[in-house]
């Protein structure tokens, strides 16, 4: 009976200790994969804000417009919740594939775009209109922000092996389908309800999305 015991408790040390050693390679995997993707995340982020700074800079030149704005919000705040939720990702992967580096450089990738466009990147001079550049490149932004949003759920479905019908699926696929109703959207004030709604959202999906402590 106690060899029994004693087999039983050996075997589960050994599979406890292969976790133990997958978790831990898959972290270093992880370490190696994130370094491309952090990059270019970084410098969206910090092309984001160079771009406030300088719009900042022609506040009393140009007419600002507050919806650019709101939108400009939303990817830095998406800029942020990708920075903290990928923390987690080791703990769902435990063998790394090219295609799942692909995903974590694509989302990436459409998240610099989509804030490098939304601003002017250069100072606007006297009489332009903050809203005329975003009718201009704002919309590409907001294509590109569409983008990350439809590679989040598939980042989601295949990284995080969430359910099809699961509650972040819903809540993603909404988030990357409302940049294209705006950009089909020729009212102002119906662009207006969606920009605002959208900020809300926002701020709700990507608090629920996150986790809250490490």
């Known amino acids: 009976m106690r060899s029994g015991i004693s087999l039983y408790l050996y075997g589960f040390r050994l599979r406890f200790q292969e976790r133990r050693l997958e978790t ?4 270093s995997a992880f370490r ?3 370094v491309a993707p952090s990059i270019i995340l970084g410098m969206g982020m910090t092309r ?3 771009d406030a700074i300088t719009l900042f800079r022609s506040r009393h030149n140009v007419q600002i417009n507050w919806i650019p704005l709101v939108w400009a919000a939303c990817i830095f705040i998406w800029q942020i919740q990708y920075l903290w939720a990928i923390i987690e990702l080791p703990t769902f ?3 790394w594939t090219l295609f799942d580096f692909m995903i974590l450089l694509a989302l990436s990738l459409t998240l610099f775009i989509s804030a490098a466009l939304v601003f002017p990147d250069t100072r606007m001079h006297a009489g332009e209109k903050l809203e005329d550049n975003f009718l201009r490149d704002g919309r590409w932004s907001l294509i590109a922000l569409s983008a990350w949003g439809w590679t989040a759920v598939l980042a989601d479905l295949t990284l995080f092996d969430e359910a ?3 509650r972040d699926i819903g809540l993603m696929t909404v988030i990357s389908l ?3 109703i705006y950009l089909m959207t020729h009212k102002r004030p119906l662009k207006a309800l969606i920009t605002g709604g959208n900020l809300a959202l926002t701020l709700w999906t990507a608090w629920v999305l996150s986790p809250k402590s490490y």
């Open 164 to 166: 099809f019908l699961s």
């Open 178 to 180: 409302i940049p294209l």
């Open 93 to 95: 992967v435990q063998k």
């Open 48 to 50: 984001l804000c160079s």
């Open 32 to 34: 190696a994969i994130w």
């Open 24 to 27: 831990e390679s898959s972290i």
